[in-house]
């Protein structure tokens, strides 16, 4: 019940180049019980923006109206990574042994807040729930993609379009700061004019791996 809202929320993206430089955030009004309203759009162009300094933005919605406020800050991070199946690192005998060493007995408390990494494979999904519309009260097929989140790293895969059962292929690594963290898989389907629709959700602790 306002239009002047504070969310003071921080998010961690990581990029890479052959996903561009464009962030797009859209702001939508919450309705219980019914679909969410549309209240405006707006695209940040990283590549204008100087690395390892923080940037105050004041971003006018498109196709709709007000501003979105947004402090945005690029910086160097090798905590993540993310690849194709085929060409995965681990795979590499030199990558192999540089982190049996980083991870040794001897190197236990050169760094408390790095416990660990964590090797995520997303091969693919099947007989996924059907949420694109293709005439009246009917469905057929989910354009999914998936999400892979562990505390604040929040990572995608590509999306597969037209599919039940997708192939995706990727494989993300985690850099672990907290051993009780929980690994949460969710598949979505694209919309391109509103939000996400959810598929599932899986939720593993990392105790449990």
């Not at 190197?107 to 999904?125: C, E, P, S, T, Y």
Request: glycine fraction near 4%; charge should be negative.
């Amino acid at each position: 019940k306002t239009l002047n809202p504070q969310w003071r929320e921080q998010f961690d993206f990581h990029l890479y180049e052959e996903r561009g430089g464009i962030i797009d955030i859209t702001v939508w009004d919450k309705d219980a019980g019914k679909k969410d309203d549309f209240i405006g759009r707006c695209q940040v162009d990283l590549s204008n923006l100087s690395k390892e300094h923080t940037h105050k933005l004041e971003m006018p919605l498109e196709e709709g109206e007000g501003c979105l406020v947004l402090l945005v800050t690029l910086t160097a991070s090798a905590a993540v990574t993310i690849s194709d199946l085929s060409v995965n690192s681990l795979d590499d005998q030199k990558e192999r042994e540089e982190i049996l060493k980083r991870y040794s007995p001897m190197a236990m408390f050169h760094n408390m807040k790095d416990v660990g990494f964590l090797q995520v494979k997303v091969i693919r999904a099947e007989a996924l729930m059907a949420a694109d519309v293709t005439g009246k009260d009917s469905f057929s097929k989910s354009d999914p993609f998936c999400v892979v989140e562990l505390n604040n790293d929040r990572l995608l895969t590509h999306t597969v379009y037209k599919n039940l059962n997708p192939e995706w292929n990727k494989v993300f690594t985690f850099n672990i700061k907290d051993i009780h963290s929980v690994l949460e898989v969710t598949v979505y389907d694209e919309d391109r004019d509103r939000s996400a629709d959810f598929l599932g959700k899986v939720a593993i602790p990392l105790l449990s791996v």
